[in-house]
């Protein structure tokens, strides 16, 4: 359960954000104070756009989407999945004569069943790129393997920092990694909420625990209290009390919102008022939902830039599977679009695949993509929301 | 390894194993009324467990998917009453307490149906072939395999969206500990569906059924008991009070609607049965509140990563030394 | 419906043909069906046979090499469970220690900063694991029955859960780089690699046959004996003299260090080991395959691991279902036979077809029967 990013498009946040944009002539500081977009870096308008020129030819060529379907940790997975399919529908749909399968393979986002999918995928010539593996620890297993057979992967979801340092060529994070949010995180605890006693809870997942550490150092004697949580718990008397001992300023909850929400809940039941900051395994509409009223006013970090140009986004995938999209849909969306840019071109061969994504650049839904040797993305821009009136709505850019 | 693991714990490897005894005696109290709310879930859970072992000597391990199913009735229904995700709305007491009655009506029924559901189709047919014990276990899992997945399929992987109808509020302090509405709503509900029970295996003639067919099944069918009667009556106990359970841990928890969402409390509430003394309906009681409460305590004064270490090792450490539980096997031994 | 119970005699009828030809055979006969047998198992990964295959959904040597590995699990904990009757729900705990001590002594990022050879590491980590079976038996084996279960859950959930809080074991970080069995191909290429399943696969294979020829012939010695005792009735055992705890704690032992075996296995070709694949849902379905199997029945105990680890890789097509068809095939197989796909033969005798013969002047009996493991307070009926 590592794998963090969360940019859940949320055709709410990207319609408020057009709106506040708009009332304030076009750009420039809203009278709040808020940063309101326009000034915003890398606005998606130029977004690459899966249908392409709809004059593509191909054949015989494939993607393949590895990760969870089932089990456990399938909710990441399908949404991820969900993202990638919208994209190939997309380009399919416009490119009547490059026919693209998305093959899936479901590794139950386990070390030890991924690597019988990842030696089929490899051991299908048809596949020239993957999208996934959605989970550290899975990438970590089975990471040399795909590196050896030269076959582009392009991670949605895992954020682990040591992955990129492991010389695979092929490993592309279709993210930031955790190293990037904990200082940014640290930095406006202190300085844009003046805060000077903190609270760092953590989940037990490898995301939670890496970007709690972070922040813990960056923040360094302003922690007056820590505690961990474990996946799927949903009772936190114990912690919450902990943090009443302390009396914290803010509280920092580094984690997903599935454990966020209750946790949030709980402590605003208790009357324990201290300012609540998240990261994006938390910015989620599911956070807002399930919080009730106790989201409200919540502050959400994510290495994502606002989106404005998502509502196409989001009504499509709705259409598409019935449901809005959830985490890291747009990542997936987004990694299967740039592969298909590569297909588009008509390349045949992994190595030619690998060498156009080293080379790629351009903007996405979620960001703009070019990638450094190691796999890691040039930039990755630090943004944090708030949650007003029940929308996470953008607040400021907070480091890059 | 296991020196090296010992010596690691016992050094505080990287700081989580710090004994923090002063938050646990600054939080006892708060500890002890949060964990007795909680742990009530636990309790109920755990009679179901209690009741089936007595009867059957089964562990069924597909009690916690009744659970489940208790919970996603309840959340349907206040769903279908109009409430939505969200913030709480202001309701009148006499609607708070309409609408949440018959959230568990539904839930308890739900989950009856269920329980009798899955006795007769994982359980029956293998009675009738003299299986060994070990079988039911194997269709237990079976069965909460297929239930679980059932729910999968059709509501996804993620939480329904949380609906809650009653905030809590502080009512009274005990020595500093505010305890909420809810808080004792809950406890209050769950004692009074305990002594209702344990009246019924103790005092009625069904109930008798039941302790009869527990002590000696071949007896009691000889006496004319209706032992599959008797069975199918024992799972519809247990289902109903998993699904006032359900209601309960909703009340507490409102985000806990989840396909996988009974798994872990399932565990913890055959544990509590173990605690108290699996098969004795008090022991469920006083296992359920005591797991609850050293939940609490134990994260404390270890943090919170050692939360279920905590429960496991106060299992492990009172079979050592008290092997059939605190207050001993007793279903079959009740006072007649 | 009349049919459906003639076509169900008519495979027990089947079954015992089966069985009672196959102990009619003399050892030399019963060789020469055995060793083609054995090399069409050997050569299953290279045949991939069209129906059986599970691509494209996953590489079929990889799942025959998940399936082998169940399968050895199965055998350990059979021991536990079918030979000695002790219900045994932590098995994952033995399984995990026997990775984790692979991963602590190969991985550079265990903070030991050893780099043991595979072949060093095998032994030490079967090793551990025994002595953690004695460290886990010798308190709690005077336990019984249910008590005894929800004690090794609890144990295994322990062992995961240090796994999970303990700094030097890395919890969902996990080492990677664990190594695997040495060798290399003419060319140089390692033999053993995690996209080549087919060496693993043999390499499994081969130590099922090897524990199966010890745990064979510990089953016709006094301690089989005792344990079947052991099964059957403890207190009678206690009673006509054999040691109970000391035959429990030594099948504690075996099963432990079996298990420890696997979980070196394991490291070894996903050469990755995190705190993920140890839980409890894990432990249940190693037991699931030793009674879906069995339990008591060593060639069962095969079948079942395989179909437990089959099934899932078989019906990946089908991913979102294939938990769902899981569960459901588990009942139905449960419900049709309970007894396991092959019951427990009760044949105690050291010398069993020999004495049948001499005595009865025809071959063996075969009865099946599941084994009760908790007779004396089982579900009574």
């Given at each position: ?8 498009l ?8 057009l709106a ?5 002539g ?10 309101t ?6 606005v ?34 399908i ?30 986002g ?37 590196n ?5 992967a ?32 640290a ?9 000077s ?10 995301y ?39 009396r ?29 900051v998240?990261?994006?395994?938390a ?38 599977f019935?449901v ?6 747009a ?7 740039v ?57 400021k850019?907070?480091?890059? | ?40 879930v636990?309790a109920l ?39 939505r ?27 009856g ?52 109808i ?7 302090e ?51 008991v209706n ?15 998993a ?5 309960f ?77 605190i ?6 031994r009740?006072?007649? | ?22 102990h ?18 050997y050569l ?5 046979p069209?129906l ?55 991985s ?21 694991t ?32 240090l ?6 074991l890395?919890g969902n ?15 140089g ?7 080549g399943?087919?060496p ?9 046959i ?15 004996r005792?344990?079947?005792?052991i ?82 890789d ?10 769902l ?5 588990l ?8 007894q396991?796909?092959?019951g ?15 005595l ?22």
């Amino acid at each position: 359960m590592s794998g963090a990013r969360l940019v859940r498009l949320l055709a709410t946040a990207a319609a408020v954000s057009l709106a506040v944009a708009g009332c304030g002539g076009g750009g420039g500081d809203a009278p709040d104070g808020r940063d309101t977009g326009a000034a915003a870096p890398n606005v998606p308008a130029g977004a690459a756009d899966p249908r392409g020129d709809g004059k593509a030819q191909c054949s015989g060529v494939n993607l393949a989407y590895v990760g969870s379907i089932a089990g456990d940790n399938a909710a990441l997975g399908i949404a991820i999945l969900n993202g990638a399919k919208l994209a190939v529908k997309q380009h399919n749909d416009a490119n009547p004569n490059c026919q693209v399968t998305l093959k899936q393979f479901d590794s139950e986002g386990s070390p030890d069943k991924a690597p019988g999918v990842v030696t089929q995928v490899i051991n299908d010539p048809s596949v020239l790129g993957v999208i996934g593996l959605p989970f550290s620890g899975e990438s970590k297993a089975v990471g040399a393997t795909i590196n050896q057979a030269g076959l582009v992967a392009i991670t949605p979801s895992a954020t682990n920092p040591a992955l990129a340092r492991n010389g695979w060529r092929t490993f592309f994070r279709g993210l930031g990694n955790d190293a990037v949010q904990g200082p940014a995180v640290a930095r406006f605890l202190t300085e844009e909420l003046k805060a000077s006693k903190v609270c760092v809870l953590r989940d037990d997942s490898e995301y939670g625990i890496g970007l709690a550490e972070t922040v813990r150092g960056a923040l360094k004697d302003k922690v007056v209290c820590e505690d961990q949580v474990k996946t799927k718990q949903k009772e936190f008397s114990a912690t919450i009390g902990k943090v009443e001992q302390a009396r914290p300023d803010a509280i920092f909850y580094s984690g997903y919102y599935t454990e966020a929400a209750p946790l949030a809940q709980q402590l605003r039941d208790r009357g324990v008022d201290a300012k609540l900051v998240a990261p994006d395994g938390a910015k989620d509409d599911e956070f807002v939902k399930n919080a009730g009223d106790a989201a409200e006013g919540a502050y959400l970090t994510c290495p994502c830039v606002p989106a404005d140009a998502f509502t196409g986004f989001f009504d499509s995938y709705k259409k598409e599977f019935g449901v809005e999209p959830a985490t890291y849909s747009a990542e997936g969306y987004d990694a299967a679009t740039v592969l298909l840019k590569a297909l588009d071109k008509g390349l045949k061969d992994r190595a030619a695949v690998l060498e156009f994504v080293r080379g790629y650049e351009g903007q996405g839904l979620t960001k703009k993509f070019r990638w450094d040797a190691t796999g890691e993305l040039t930039e990755t821009p630090v943004w944090s929301y708030r949650v007003e009136n029940g929308k996470i709505v953008k607040h400021k850019p907070i480091g890059s | 390894m296991v020196h090296q693991l010992a010596t690691a714990v016992a050094q505080g490897d990287g700081g989580w194993i710090d004994f923090n005894v002063p938050l646990l005696v600054d939080r006892f109290w708060s500890n002890t009324v949060d964990g007795l709310a909680y742990g009530s879930v636990y309790a109920l859970v755990a009679l179901g467990y209690t009741l089936v072992y007595g009867v059957l000597r089964l562990i069924n391990f597909a009690h916690s998917e009744v659970f489940v199913v208790g919970a996603f009735a309840a959340y349907f229904t206040l769903e279908g009453l109009g409430f939505r995700p969200g913030p709480t709305p202001q309701l009148s007491t006499l609607s708070i307490v309409a609408n949440l009655l018959l959230a568990g009506a539904v839930a308890m029924i739900a989950s009856g149906l269920v329980a009798v559901v899955l006795e007769r189709v994982a359980y029956r047919p293998l009675r009738r072939r003299n299986a060994p014990s070990l079988v039911f276990l194997i269709t237990a899992i079976g069965a909460s395999f297929v239930v679980q997945q059932l729910f999968f399929v059709t509501r996804g992987a993620n939480p329904e969206r949380a609906i809650r109808i009653l905030r809590p509020r502080p009512l009274f302090e005990v020595f500093g500990a505010k305890v909420t509405n809810i808080q004792i709503i809950v406890l209050v509900a769950a004692v009074a569906l305990w002594v209702v029970a344990d009246g019924f295996v103790n005092r009625t003639r069904l109930g008798r059924g039941i302790r009869a067919v527990a002590q000696d099944p071949t007896t009691a069918t000889l006496m004319g008991v209706n032992r599959e009667r008797v069975i199918m009556l024992t799972f519809l106990v247990g289902g109903v009070l998993a699904g006032a359970a359900a209601l309960f841990y909703l009340m507490q928890i409102p985000q806990g609607v989840v396909y996988n969402g009974g798994f872990l409390l399932g565990i913890k509430a055959f544990t509590a049965a173990v605690l108290g003394g699996v098969g004795n309906l008090r022991g469920a009681l006083l296992g359920g509140l005591l797991l609850g409460v050293a939940e609490n305590y134990g994260q404390s004064l270890l943090g919170g990563a050692w939360r279920d270490v905590v429960a496991f090792a106060l299992l492990i450490t009172i079979l050592m030394f008290r092997p059939t539980g605190i207050l001993g096997e007793s279903l079959g031994r009740a006072r007649v | 419906m009349n049919a459906h119970i003639a076509s169900r005699a008519g495979v027990r009828i089947l079954a015992r043909r089966v069985g009672e030809w196959w102990h009619g055979l003399s050892r030399f006969q019963q060789w020469g069906v055995l060793v083609p047998l054995v090399v069409l198992i050997y050569l299953l990964p290279v045949l991939n046979p069209p129906l059986l295959t599970t691509e494209p959904g996953t590489d079929f040597p990889i799942a025959m090499f998940n399936a082998a590995r169940m399968a050895l699990i199965a055998i350990g904990l059979n021991v536990v469970v079918g030979q000695a009757g002790l219900l045994d729900l932590g098995y994952v705990g033995f399984f995990a220690i026997g990775a984790y001590v692979a991963a602590l002594l190969t991985s550079p990022d265990s903070a030991l900063g050893v780099r043991y050879p595979w072949l060093v590491v095998v032994p030490v980590a079967m090793a551990v694991t025994m002595l953690s079976g004695v460290v886990l038996g010798a308190p709690t084996l005077r336990l019984r029955g249910d008590y005894l279960a929800i004690v090794t859950l609890g144990f295994g959930e322990i062992v995961r859960l240090l796994a999970d809080n303990v700094e030097p074991l890395r919890g969902n970080r996990g080492f990677q780089q664990v190594a695997g069995p040495p060798g290399t191909h003419a060319d140089g290429s390692p033999i053993f690699t995690q996209t080549g399943g087919t060496p693993w696969y043999w390499l499994v294979v081969t130590v099922i046959i090897l524990v199966l020829v010890l745990v064979g012939n510990l089953e016709r010695s006094r301690v089989g004996r005792a344990w079947v005792a052991i099964r059957e009735d403890e207190d009678a055992a206690e009673i006509m003299g054999v040691p109970t705890v000391r035959f429990k704690i030594l099948a504690f032992v075996m099963g432990a260090g079996v298990g420890g075996l696997s979980g070196a296995l394991y490291a070894g070709q996903i050469g990755f080991v995190n705190n993920q694949k140890f839980d409890v849902v894990t432990s249940v379905l190693f037991l699931a395959a030793v009674v879906l199997g069995g339990a008591g029945n060593k060639v069962g105990v095969l079948l079942g691991a395989f179909v437990i680890s089959y099934v899932p890789d078989r019906f990946q097509a089908v991913a979102e279902y294939k938990f769902l068809i899981f569960g459901l095939a588990l009942i139905v197989l449960m419900v049709f036979r309970p007894q396991g796909l092959l019951g427990a033969r009760q044949r105690l005798l050291a010398r069993g077809r020999d004495a049948y013969r001499r005595l009865v002047g025809r071959p063996e009996q075969v009865v099946t029967k599941g084994p009760t493991p908790d007779s004396g307070r089982g579900v009574r009926t």
